[in-house]
């Protein structure tokens, strides 16, 4: 390691801690499930009422205990299954393949509806 | 030079097995994305014994194999930006030689992953995804010094061996 590897790694760090803080410092509990498939909204359900929910056959959302998790994907990626609950306003499950985009939508954050248009 | 052809068929062959191996790695992060780039060990060790277009042909290939064997068409193309942003990144960083080979597999990895994020956003068309970013920078960063340090290990031990 010379001193400029050493730079840029510490440079690198920081930007990504701090990106993580700043993120995480905006994000609120969530309150809406939104799922759009292909730019389009399929629909929005509570966080807070326990669903499974089937999209178009190829992918399956569960909504369990206030959070959201894929459980069932048709490729062969399983990216999005694999990936972790997510509850929190701004957090995201994203199935490639299939074009398919969970947002979680708090009380805080209805302009977001835009961005995923 | 006359055994070029053979070292990269063997760096290529490296590079796949590497592939697979990581392939037997189950995911346990919870981050899309995030993964150690064993691979990579191959391509950044080719890119300091011969140069950047080898290793941009070991990368290609790598890919086109690793992805028909375990992947599909959509992670060829992930993986094609990840590499191409990565090895551009990587080449530029290395010419400046301000930078030793972890300096490098480090803006590398951390560039790789950035690649991907931005094919994933481009596919569903959503900028949403970026808020995986901080998550990919730093692992970006980690796995990035590790395939470092094996990649300079490796081509300290090669010098003697394998003339290029």
């Known amino acids: 390691m ?5 730079i840029l790694l510490a440079a690198l760090l920081a930007v990504g801690i701090g990106a993580l803080f700043l993120t995480r410092a905006s994000r609120s509990e969530g309150t809406y499930v939104i799922v759009t498939v292909d730019g389009a909204e399929y629909g929005r359900y509570p966080i807070d009422i326990d669903k499974v929910i089937d999209i178009n056959g190829t992918n399956t959302l569960e909504i369990k205990g206030g959070s959201a998790r894929m459980t069932y994907a048709d490729c062969v990626n399983q990216v999005c299954v694999n990936q972790s609950r997510v509850s929190r306003s701004g957090e995201m499950i994203v199935c490639v393949p ?3 985009v969970i947002t979680i939508i708090g009380d805080d954050s209805n302009t977001f509806d835009a961005v995923t248009q | ?22 392939a037997l790695i189950p995911p346990f992060t919870g981050i899309p994305g995030m993964k150690l780039g064993l691979a990579n060990i191959a391509v950044i ?12 042909i070991v990368s ?23 590499a191409a942003l990565s090895i551009f990144v990587m080449a530029l960083l290395k010419r400046t030689g301000k930078f030793s080979i972890r300096g490098v597999s480090i803006a590398g990895g951390v560039s790789h992953n950035i690649g991907q994020l931005i094919v994933a956003a481009a596919v569903v068309e959503t900028y949403g995804v970026f808020y995986y970013m901080p998550f990919l920078i730093i692992s970006g960063v980690v796995t990035g010094l590790l395939i470092g340090l094996l990649g300079g290990a490796i081509t300290g031990r090669m010098k003697g061996i394998w003339k290029i």
């Open chain 1, 2 to 6: 010379n001193k400029n590897d050493v």
């Open chain 1, 98 to 100: 299939n074009k398919i």
């Open chain 2, 1 to 22: 030079m006359k055994n070029r052809t053979a070292f990269l068929g063997v760096f290529c062959a490296l590079a796949v097995v590497l592939g697979y191996l990581e």
């Open chain 2, 45 to 56: 060790s080719v890119m300091y014994m011969t140069g950047v277009k080898e290793a941009a």
């Open chain 2, 60 to 82: 290609a290939v790598r890919i086109l194999v690793i992805g028909a064997l375990f992947g599909s068409m959509i992670s060829i193309l992930y993986s094609f930006c990840g």
